[in-house]
């Protein structure tokens, strides 16, 4: 990608990191029983569960090793979810793929395709996200659509009228991320609050209620929050202090909160997680990362998806998964957990009867991370364009008044931009560029998420950051 307009650093700040050259998969995706990746030349690969065609390879029948998806290129981000996929390309369209039933898919109909179609309908979109039934996708002026299935309100349209083209949801405005759970739907708005709308049982909406609403509303007490999960009947959020927050039901322990009281209908925290970097839900258990690179696991244990080393034993409260550090990213299906390395390899543990490990086995149980060989190509370039084994560190983020860019290019930084939300172009950094660490006053600035493009001699990038 060489394109320097707004658009792509919105597209790239949602999906990537810099990564090494030894990286083999970039993004991954975990769906009800199958994983997806998009590898370093900008295709997907998919194991697991092909039912509905949600591998996209063309056909129907399941595969316990990566499978190629059927003539998609240039992808930047992936959704897997009950047995529908999504992806979103470079150029801010949309494909789906797999079950069909409530219009998922978003084709103006309701037939299921084992390869990927265009949901044509939308456009300038620059994030993803879905729950069992359903789609979402964030446009770049700050507005949410959804389509599929709205028995529970979960399009948020003010309607339970399902539908198989994108609608737009009520009265948001100022997103800056979506997810959904099983039949939920959650935004992030630019703020740091949290709207959430659809099925409400166990409290998974946290507003207090459990009614079930087809509109957003605003999460109850939270404020800073930079990422957002959805789990099967849970919403999971990630404050700015690096504390985790969850909401809903409560059966395997997926509040996390060393209780046992059976839902909650506000957040409660996560105990013992400090310095948390991303979030990810499966179906009733969740994952989070450290700063540490280590993994944690809470809930849900019945095929050792928790990656601790046991089979049925849940828990309220989080453990750490055996064996692994280094971890770049995280991601969680329906009862499986997956974890990509920043030395580019790539672990799946948990149930595994559809093939969903990918190790070439379909084998119930794996209670310990099993990594995954053979995924994708060797790579040449990354995604963004930087063809050099190098790193940008931007910290503290978030930050406050000022941060510190640190890297270790050997290339020259022409410069540095810092965009808002809007895609406006706030600031423009030209001194002290051939420094190895950079100090940046952002004290001017006003609270919310931000871009910062890197031009180099050698290629771009972006890294995101959140001014609190």
């Not at 369209?93 to 395709?113: D, E, H, K, M, R």
């Amino acid at each position: 990608m060489k394109s320097k307009i707004y658009r792509s650093v919105f597209l790239f700040a949602f999906a990537i990191s810099t990564l090494p050259k030894s990286t083999s998969a970039q993004i991954i995706a975990g769906g009800n029983y199958y994983t997806l990746a998009i590898c370093n030349d900008s295709t997907v690969k998919t194991w697991g569960s092909n039912v509905s065609g949600q591998l996209g390879n063309g056909s129907t029948s399941d595969s316990n090793i990566p499978v190629q998806v059927s003539n998609l290129s240039g992808v930047i981000a992936i959704v897997g979810e009950g047995n529908h996929s999504l992806a979103l390309k470079s150029d801010s369209t949309v494909w789906c793929w797999g079950l069909n039933t409530w219009g998922q898919l978003g084709t103006a109909n309701n037939t299921s395709s084992n390869i990927p179609l265009l949901v044509n309908t939308i456009s300038d979109v620059i994030a993803i996200g879905g729950g069992t039934n359903h789609s979402l996708a964030l446009k770049n002026n700050g507005s949410v659509w959804a389509w599929g299935q709205n028995l529970k309100g979960q399009l948020g349209d003010g309607s339970n009228t399902d539908s198989n083209v994108p609608v737009q949801v009520s009265g948001l405005s100022g997103i800056i991320a979506v997810a959904g759970g099983a039949h939920h739907s959650i935004a992030l708005k630019n703020d740091g609050t949290v709207w959430t709308w659809g099925f409400n049982d166990s409290g998974r909406l946290g507003n207090g209620t459990n009614v079930d609403s087809n509109i957003p509303a605003q999460v109850s007490g939270l404020s800073g929050i930079i990422a957002i999960a959805g789990t099967g009947a849970g919403t999971i959020v990630l404050k700015n202090d690096g504390t985790v927050w969850s909401c809903g039901t409560n059966l395997n322990g997926q509040l996390g909160d060393g209780t046992l009281v059976p839902d909650s209908y506000t957040p409660v925290q996560v105990s013992g997680l400090s310095g948390i970097t991303a979030i990810a839900g499966g179906f009733s258990h969740s994952l989070a990362l450290k700063n540490t690179g280590t993994v944690w696991a809470w809930g849900d244990n019945g095929a050792g998806q928790l990656g601790n080393g046991t089979i049925q034993n849940d828990t309220n409260n989080a453990i750490q998964v055996t064996g692994l550090s280094g971890v770049a990213a995280i991601a969680g299906g329906g009862t499986h957990s997956i974890a990509f390395k920043n030395d580019g390899t790539f672990f799946v543990w948990g149930y595994g009867n559809n093939g969903q490990i990918g190790n070439g086995t379909n084998t119930n149980e794996n209670p310990l991370p099993v990594q995954i060989t053979g995924l994708c190509a060797p790579l040449t370039t990354t995604i963004n364009d930087i063809t050099e084994e190098s790193f940008i560190s931007v910290y503290p983020n978030p930050a406050h008044d000022r941060i510190v860019i640190e890297h270790d290019l050997t290339n020259q930084i022409n410069e540095i931009k810092l965009f808002d939300i809007t895609g406006k172009n706030v600031k423009i950094i030209t001194e002290n560029l051939s420094a190895k660490k950079i100090n940046v006053n952002v004290s001017d600035l006003a609270k919310g998420l931000y871009f910062l493009h890197f031009n180099t001699s050698n290629g771009n990038t972006v890294q995101k950051i959140v001014i609190d």
